[in-house]
């Protein structure tokens, strides 16, 4: 198998994908708190995750190569409880726009922002634009659950959807990274179901600290996640994501 992420090749491989035209997955997630039972740094693990087994599947069919993750992105909804770290709009903006640059100044024309968390959605949208103005670049952006929504849907008991912390996002830590569930905490990983902002139906939107929406920090109900379904959405999340790159939509 070739490797496939960027840090882990060198410089004159990656001048060698470039001349192919290799396509670049940049995922990006945050840094907040997810309840009693999971780390910090979920929504950025499994972006990682779903871009590299994405990157594996879509390299059978043209090049692809993953960036490191940006680990940080928009929760200050999430402050409240703390281990939360958030960035500014225009901060997060400068960020992508330096990455992307480097990115096409390293010979790259094809990239697709991937994002696994759902408070970036919106800003992100907006940033795409942007984005692809400045750099006179046509960016491209998904979330990987976006992408899997039939999988995801199709393979949870207890929502149509990810919420946060919930059985999906924890089913998918369970399969992706065990060692960093706290198990014994999984009694109290449940809270009320939510739509994500990006998603919602509601003709007016406020910005809502979470704490006023759950006590325990959890939307969903974690006590039913489990590891095949975690390896199912993982798995299907990703297929989903590779079939993005081969349809190359930077074509139309």
Not at 32 to 55: I, K, N, S, W, Y
Not at 105 to 123: D, E, P, Q, W, Y
Request: glycine residues 8%.
């Amino acid at each position: 198998m070739s490797e496939v992420l960027w840090n882990r090749l060198t410089a004159a491989e990656l001048r060698a994908l470039a001349a192919r035209d290799a396509v670049v997955l940049l995922p990006i997630g945050a840094t907040e708190q997810h309840g009693p039972h999971l780390p910090t740094g979920v929504d950025d693990f499994l972006a990682a995750e779903v871009c590299r087994r994405a990157a594996v599947l879509a390299a059978e069919h043209t090049g692809v190569v993953v960036t490191p993750s940006v680990p940080t992105g928009l929760s200050e909804h999430h402050t409240a409880f703390g281990g939360t770290l958030t960035l500014s709009l225009p901060t997060l903006h400068a960020l992508l726009r330096d990455i992307c640059r480097s990115v096409i100044r390293a010979g790259f024309s094809r990239i697709l922002i991937v994002n696994g968390h759902g408070g970036n959605m919106t800003g992100l949208n907006a940033l795409t634009t942007e984005l692809t103005t400045e750099l006179s670049t046509p960016i491209a952006f998904a979330s990987y659950f976006g992408a899997g929504r039939e999988v995801v849907r199709d393979t949870l008991e207890t929502q149509d959807g990810l919420m946060h912390a919930c059985e999906g996002e924890t089913s998918m830590m369970m399969a992706a990274h065990p060692d960093l569930i706290r198990s014994e905490h999984l009694v109290e990983a449940h809270g009320p179901r939510i739509t994500l902002p990006a998603e919602s139906t509601d003709p007016v939107y406020m910005a809502v600290s979470f704490d006023r929406i759950t006590e325990s920090g959890v939307a969903g109900d974690a006590r039913v996640a489990s590891a095949e379904k975690g390896e199912r959405m993982l798995s299907g999340c990703a297929a989903a994501l590779a079939d993005i790159v081969v349809r190359d939509p930077w074509a139309k």
